[in-house]
């Protein structure tokens, strides 16, 4: 399997050293290891502000406030972590599973990792695993998706040895 990774470093808001790179990487294919999902993938990933993703949150979900991580699925699921045979990669026709886009907003990557009490590098690869997963067709608005992701989360920074704290 082949990881086409894009990512931007809006305003070099964060130190891409080729330890966090590789986090980075780590963390989407493992993720999608985990769900079975062994073609060519591309995911975009953009590390921006609080003042930058706020404005992509009203803009797109019509949402005016802060977070710390968007995601853009282009794919739908009938079922978390299941990619429709429609959209898998076809020989000739495009070459890779494109899952969609990720905004994390490096501010909240700084403060949560001092309120959570680890490093930046650790939170970093929570909000991928969080997002990846969001790309995959999770959600948590209700209880038991909310449960669903949250073992799911636990699963991959668990193979990465990836701890709290």
Known sequence: MKLSLEITNERNKIELTDELNSLIENVIKTA???????CDTEVSLLFTDADEIRQINNDYRNTDKVTDVLSFPQLEFEEEGVIMEEYLPKAGEYPYLSLGDVVINVEQVYAQAQEFGHSRERETGYLVTHSILHLLGYDHMEEDEKKRMRAKE???MSVLGIGRG
Do not use: F, N, V
Not at 32 to 38: C, K, R, V, Y
């Open 32 to 38: 999608l290891s985990i769900h079975g999902i062994d």
């Open 154 to 156: 636990e699963e991959i």
